[in-house]
């Protein structure tokens, strides 16, 4: 049985045996006509869909506000044809409210970017229909008409969830005319299509490290039987891992576990496997352990319950992270291209001054269709697999080809990617581990380095949390663990970064500290930028 990642965070989750995946348009949609396709996904194109619109409502709250509630109807809306709007990203403009008769009456002009699952037979427009009274009483009465005859099968649809299960072309649908605001939206292809790109892979391995957080999610709260599909989907992807780098040692045990891979060449792999509920109830101990995880990865995976959006958001906003870090995250669950939202590229932004759009340093991966749980493990070791081969790198729609075409996975911030394949990808110029005690100070030294920008960057042992090291770095002398030349504590625990210059040929000396009463186990690994 395929086991569907609900995205339920009011009420309880709905168990369906798969999600419907269809092709079709609308009767009264204009002819279509196929474009090239440039945008970053294996199966997606990229749309703005325009459209005017007009809802009513007894409520004076934002007219901004309402329109999003009445818009995310598109969800269900979209999931039929397939795709799903990114509902953080819709342009509204010609905002107006009128108020007669006890109701609000409020117009608009919308442009959604949508994520269309087809590279061919693209639509020039579409026909709309979402539910004209969106305040409660209005969504009570339209989930009253039309919450069985007009939802996706699931027999689950409530006021807290029917914006997802809509579907307005399910057979016995009849939508009455008074109920439904119909727009015929203008569908055009995106100029933020972009053309065959490629992960980062030369900020990946700068470091000579393939540093990997995978975050699973149960199919419900508190479960701890295996037949769990969350825990089972746990459980297969420590089964594949194992069966892909067997020479990896592991680490730790339950809802914990770490694996440390030597792949040749001097590359290395590091993955954390975590088990939790959900992002939102996973509480003070998962947060500090990501918080310990975060800044070092250079892949970190979500896959689980997007919860209508609120696990997505959760994970969003937890964590913080290293300047000049490039990393790429994947939020695995349903029709998460909908719900992210602002929140990791503000983030982003603020760390880099170089980096107004918050996406320079950073990739996201979501889905534009429902993703089920057996799939899960397949789609982070596509990942894996695609990054562990430097020699042979993909571009990102050939990785999406090893990930279960229903899920429709785009990629996001990856416009501004500059690494092709033609790129070289130097080794580190220093690599080191270690362990520290309390006060507990180790020195180390590089080889001589050219002039030039350089970067050391110490992370903490994936498989030995709660340590706290410092590290102290000066250029041609050594500097001492009181000093000043201690590296920022950008994030938390035993990671710390310095960026120097070196404007003549010198070495760089190094100091690991330990300032907690644990035994703090690091990697320092120096790479020029």
């Avoid at 994520?115 to 339209?142: E, V």
């Avoid at 579907?167 to 015929?184: E, H, K, N, Y």
């Avoid at 310095?498 to 070495?507: G, N």
Wanted: hydrophobic letters at 40%.
């Amino acid at each position: 049985m395929k086991r569907l990642l609900a995205t339920l965070a009011l009420a309880s989750f709905p168990f369906v045996n798969g999600c419907a995946v269809s092709a079709e348009h609308d009767d009264d949609q204009e002819e279509a006509v196929e474009y090239e396709q440039p945008f970053t996904s294996d199966v997606a194109t990229l749309m703005d869909f325009t459209f005017d619109g007009e809802l009513t409502s007894t409520s004076s709250a934002s007219s901004t506000n309402q329109i999003r509630t009445q818009l995310m109807y598109t969800v269900g809306h979209f999931n039929q044809e397939p795709g799903v709007a990114r509902l953080d990203r819709v342009r509204l403009t010609n905002v107006t409210r009128t108020y007669s008769g006890g109701l609000y009456r409020i117009r608009y002009r919308a442009t959604l970017p949508v994520a269309w699952g087809s590279k061919t037979n693209l639509p020039t427009s579409y026909t709309i229909k979402l539910p004209k009274r969106i305040d409660q009483i209005g969504q009570n009465a339209f989930l009253s008409a039309y919450g069985t005859a007009c939802d996706d099968g699931s027999g689950d649809s409530n006021i807290n969830n029917f914006w997802y299960h809509y579907r307005p072309r399910a057979a016995g649908c009849s939508l009455a005319a008074g109920d439904i605001m119909v727009a015929t939206a203008t569908a055009k292809v995106s100029t933020q299509n972009t053309v065959a790109k490629y992960p980062e892979y030369h900020k990946v391995w700068e470091d000579g490290v393939l540093n990997v957080v995978s975050i699973f999610g149960k199919y419900e709260d508190g479960a701890t039987s295996p037949s769990d599909a969350g825990i089972a989907a746990f459980n297969e992807y420590l089964s594949a891992f194992r069966a892909q780098f067997p020479q990896a040692v592991q680490s730790g045990s339950g809802n914990d576990i770490s694996f440390n891979a030597d792949l040749g060449g001097g590359r290395k792999l590091q993955m954390v496997a975590l088990l939790i509920d959900n992002p939102r109830i996973a509480g003070a101990a998962f947060d500090a352990r990501y918080a310990e995880l975060a800044p070092g990865a250079d892949v970190i995976v979500y896959s689980g319950h997007a919860g209508l959006g609120a696990n997505v958001r959760s994970m969003s906003a937890k964590g913080k992270f290293f300047p000049g870090k490039w990393q790429l995250f994947f939020m695995n669950g349903c029709d998460t291209f909908a719900y992210l939202d602002e929140t990791l590229t503000a983030t982003r932004a603020k760390l880099n001054a170089d980096d107004v759009s918050g996406t320079k340093y950073m990739d996201v991966l979501t889905n534009a269709m429902p993703a089920y749980f057996n799939d899960l493990s397949d789609a982070s070791m596509a990942l894996i697999r695609a990054f562990a081969n430097p020699a042979a790198p993909k571009s990102y729609g050939a990785i999406f080809r090893d990930i279960a075409a229903v899920q429709v996975v785009v990629a996001t911030g990856e416009e501004d990617n500059v690494f092709t394949p033609a790129r070289v990808i130097p080794a580190p110029v220093f690599q080191t581990t270690g362990a520290v005690n309390d006060n507990e100070a180790i020195a180390y030294q590089s080889e001589i380095l050219p002039a030039g920008k350089y970067t050391f960057a110490m992370t903490p042992e994936g498989a030995s949390p709660g340590g706290d090291a410092d590290l102290f770095l000066r250029v041609g002398a050594s500097p001492t663990a009181t000093s000043t030349y201690k590296c920022p504590s950008y994030v938390y625990n035993s990671n710390e970064r310095c960026s120097i210059t070196l404007a003549a040929p010198a070495k760089v000396f190094m100091i690991a500290k330990g300032d907690k009463a644990v035994l703090s186990k690091y990697r320092i690994d120096g790479f020029k930028n």
